[in-house]
T-cell receptor, first 114, second 113 residues
């Protein structure tokens, strides 16, 4: 079964609203989680690295005020897309690193902004 | 930027071995080679990883050249369900812990009946 769970798997929202996506490690503690974005027929693009109890590290070109990341516990990280617009429509995927260094990916969350 | 190059697409006959090549000529001594695959609209699935030695598990085998500048993922008996995009990734950050994965474009493998 899945060891990293994302919720919701699909979300549709109106332009200008904010959307929160959760990423949970189900049976291990993850000190580090990663957030990716994937557009159709493209590869995964790393957005940010989320460390428990500290501020996220964003990749170049990713707006930290636009994509708010919170990693409040060892099993939960959240990504909030603020004031979403149609160009933010994408497949958002998280991954979590276990203590042994294995990286597990969630099932992804498809965001559609109308 | 991704540190790997892969052919964009490959075909394989069902039941035959699929050999997926990957070049990583700038790999550092403490960087691992990881392979993941992604079936359409799903999260990536871990396949295998290695440092220097060849590795085998229930899914695949990983052959790494002695100079570590390239590797090959082998699916010994490909099935239609193995149709996916396969990503070869050099894991940054050193060692086997905590490094982020930077995805390249991958190889789209089509297994045909």
């Amino acid at each position: 079964g899945a060891v990293v769970s994302q919720h919701p798997s699909r979300v549709i929202c109106k332009s200008g609203t904010s959307v929160k996506i959760e990423c949970r490690s189900l049976d291990f503690q993850a000190t580090t989680m990663f957030w990716y974005r994937q557009f159709p027929k493209q590869s995964l693009m790393l957005m940010a690295t989320s460390n428990e109890g500290s501020k996220a590290t964003y990749e170049q070109g990713v707006e930290k005020d636009k994509f708010l990341i919170n990693h409040a516990s060892l099993t939960l990280s959240t990504l909030t897309v603020t004031s979403a617009h149609p160009e933010d429509s994408s497949f958002y995927i998280c991954s979590a690193s276990s203590a042994t260094g294995e990286l597990f990916f969630g099932e992804g969350s498809r965001l559609t902004v109308l | 930027d991704a540190k790997t190059t892969q052919p964009p697409s490959m075909d394989c006959a069902e039941g035959r071995a699929a050999n997926l090549p990957c070049n990583h000529s700038t790999i550092s001594g403490n960087e691992y080679v990881y392979w993941y695959r992604q079936i359409h609209s799903q999260g990536p699935q871990y396949i295998i990883h290695g440092l220097k030695n060849n590795e085998t598990n229930e899914m695949a085998s990983l052959i790494i050249t002695e100079d570590r500048k390239s590797s090959t993922l082998i699916l010994p008996h490909a099935t239609l369900r193995d149709t996916a995009v396969y990503y070869c990734i050099v894991r940054l950050g050193g060692g086997n812990q905590g490094g982020k994965l930077i995805f390249g474009q991958g190889t789209e493998l089509s297994v045909k009946p």
